[in-house]
T-cell receptor
Framework: ELKVEQNPLFLSMQEGKNYTIYCNYS?????LYWYRQDPGKSLESLFV?????AVKQEGRLMASLDTKARLSTLHITAAVHDLSATYFC????????????FGQGTRLTINP | GAVVSQHPSRVICKSGTSVKIECRSL??????MFWYRQFPKQSLMLMAT?????????EQGVEKDKFLINHASLTLSTLTVTSAHPEDSSFYIC????????????FGDGTRLSIL
């Protein structure tokens, strides 16, 4: 069965702190995506990771991919309140067929 | 960047009504679009893959006769929820992928469907 599992599912943290969200998946894939969703809104694309060892950074967020371990991480540096949202990883399980399997989502709350 | 427009954003209607949701790619052509369903505080579940000019491919457990998909052009896919019932209430989101290597899917704003 194809599975994408995120950890943790809920995360409450203070501004200024660092933290990492983990995304494990169960089968071979070299395409992984990170999305952000605000309450009541749709998904915003954050990162596209296409190969083993890929690392991408945008502002306080950095994403990496280890295809051998079937693991991606989303690291938050010096969190600010504006980053509060639900973050989803999604894996293209079918080698470019564009069918995405989503993780459960990590609800991130950043407190002042 | 690529823009996907979804309409309507919210629908409230009586049980038994059929509801059509439109998904348009505004600045690119999409031979393939995707329809997802999201229950409150849960993840997205792929319902079907919409293919321009051919039949949609439905995921296991999704009723083809309940959720009719039409992809008549390279920029428009529609999802019709037929004879909707309260259990069909959900947030429906479409997406499309631009051409080119490993582009992310771009998502519409979603349609919140409430069946009374």
């Amino acid at each position: 069965e194809l599975k994408v599992e995120q950890n943790p599912l809920f995360l409450s943290m203070q501004e200024g702190k660092n933290y990492t969200i983990y995304c494990n998946y169960s089968t071979t894939s070299d395409r992984l995506y990170w999305y952000r969703q605000d309450p009541g809104k749709s998904l915003e694309s954050l990162f596209v990771l296409l190969s083993n060892g890929a690392v991408k950074q945008e502002g306080r967020l950095m994403a990496s991919l280890d295809t051998k371990a079937r693991l991606s991480t989303l690291h938050i540096t010096a969190a600010v309140h504006d980053l509060s949202a639900t973050y989803f990883c999604a894996v293209d399980m079918f080698q470019g067929a564009q069918k995405l399997v989503f993780g459960q989502g990590t609800r991130l709350t950043i407190n002042p | 960047g690529a823009v996907v427009s979804q309409h309507p954003s919210r629908v409230i209607c009586k049980s038994g009504t059929s509801v059509k949701i439109e998904c348009r790619s505004l600045d690119f052509q999409a031979t393939t679009m995707f329809w997802y369903r999201q229950f409150p505080k849960q993840s997205l579940m792929l319902m079907a893959t919409s293919n321009e000019g051919s039949k949609a491919t439905y995921e296991q457990g999704v009723e083809k006769d309940k959720f009719l998909i039409n992809h008549a052009s390279l920029t428009l896919s529609t999802l019709t929820v037929t004879s909707a019932h309260p259990e069909d209430s959900s947030f429906y989101i479409c997406s499309a992928q631009d051409s080119g290597p490993a582009q992310p899917q771009h998502f519409g704003d979603g349609t919140r469907l409430s069946i009374l």
